[in-house]
């Protein structure tokens, strides 16, 4: 019975074969075999075309992104923060007052420079008056000396009288030039106070710092009653103005030109297409502008396609979208 049964199965594949032999022989069946592919041929060839013509007219990249200014506002002077007027993402404007460091000793110190210069000024008007007094002697000195050495050389006078008035002569000279000697001391002090009594009150100005641009605060790392350090980065203001650095391959750029127009393509709004134009490319490889440049001259090279920085700017409004410097972009430039 077993046999029986397996013969009967081995009859049935044989007959199935066959009569999937003869579907394959059916003319319907040979013209999809056909049609199928020479259409799917069709299609990858048109789009070959098509992406070759378009590659021709239209250079794109991925690797590009959003850029923009970012100002970061540090002291010039050091002191506790007295008061602080921002907060995280909170939009400035130019001139804004932001910041406030204690101005305590700041103000001290400019009295105290204050003080000093008045002093100065009070010993430069009695140094001018012995200058005054001594060139005076000095000339009642020089005539005496006269007389006596007329008279001396006549016999008229002794030697003793020239000698004590040669004396007095080199006396009133040698005081005459310590008076100016201490009248020009006490102007040489009186600039210098001048110079610090500008600076404290420069320094004294620094403790208010104010916006330089208009925009958005941004690493804001600072808070009311901090202790800060001259040159410490407290915050960014960050202004609105946004353009896109791509950095197209080497090859890519050959008929890229300044005023080029430009399709752009941010991640975060999927569906919209922004209007751009290529404002200026950079004059060197980004690897060029590296910190550690490549050394090609080496046994070892091997060359790698460079790109280069282009910068493209937007030819509409962009305020009442949310692009911050660092997003993905994909420009598409037209340069035929």
């Known amino acids: 019975m077993e046999e029986e049964n397996s013969m009967e199965n081995i009859s049935e594949e044989h007959e199935n074969q066959n009569e999937n032999k003869k579907e394959d022989n059916r003319p319907e069946y040979k013209k999809k075999r056909v049609i199928i592919p020479s259409i799917t041929a ?22 590009a992104f959003i850029e923009g200014h970012i100002i970061t506002v540090a002291p010039r002077v050091q002191g506790p923060v007295l008061k602080l007027y921002i907060e995280d993402n909170m939009e400035v404007k130019k001139g804004d007052l932001l910041l406030e460091i204690d101005s305590s000793d700041y103000k001290t110190k400019l009295k105290e420079t204050k003080a000093k210069l008045e002093e100065e000024k009070a010993k430069l008007v009695s140094s001018q008056n012995e200058v005054t007094k001594s060139l005076s002697d000095l000339d009642f000195a020089k005539a005496d000396y006269n007389r006596y050495l007329k008279m001396y050389q006549k016999g008229i006078s002794s030697k003793h009288d020239y000698d004590e008035s040669l004396n007095k002569l080199t006396i009133a000279q040698s005081n005459n030039n310590a008076a100016l000697a201490n009248y020009n001391e006490i102007k040489a002090a009186i600039k210098r106070l001048e110079a610090q009594l500008e600076q404290d009150e420069l320094n004294l100005s620094y403790t208010k710092i104010y916006a330089c641009q208009n925009g958005l605060i941004t690493n804001r790392t600072v808070e009311e ?39 752009i393509k941010i991640d975060t709004y999927p569906g919209k297409k922004f209007i751009g134009e290529v404002d200026s490319i950079q004059r060197s490889t980004g690897s060029k502008q590296s910190l550690f440049p490549p050394e090609n001259a080496v046994g070892s090279y091997v060359k790698i396609v460079q790109r280069v920085p282009v910068k493209i700017i937007f030819k509409e409004d962009i305020s009442k979208y949310n692009i911050v410097p660092g997003m993905s972009v994909v420009p598409e430039v037209k340069v035929k």
């Not at 060839?45 to 590659?55: M, V």
């Not at 800060?228 to 050959?254: D, G, R, S, Y």
């Not at 030109?257 to 399709?263: A, E, L, P, R, Y």
Request: glycine fraction near 4%; charged fraction near 10%; charge should be positive.
């Open 42 to 63: 069709i299609i990858f060839l048109i789009s070959g075309i098509f992406y070759s013509i378009h590659s021709i007219y239209y250079k794109s990249t991925d690797n």
């Open 225 to 263: 009653g901090n202790y800060i350090q001259i040159a410490q980065p407290l915050f960014a203001i960050v202004p609105k103005e946004m353009w896109v650095v791509a950095n197209f391959k080497e090859t890519q750029i050959a008929n890229m030109q300044k005023g080029q127009s430009v399709t």
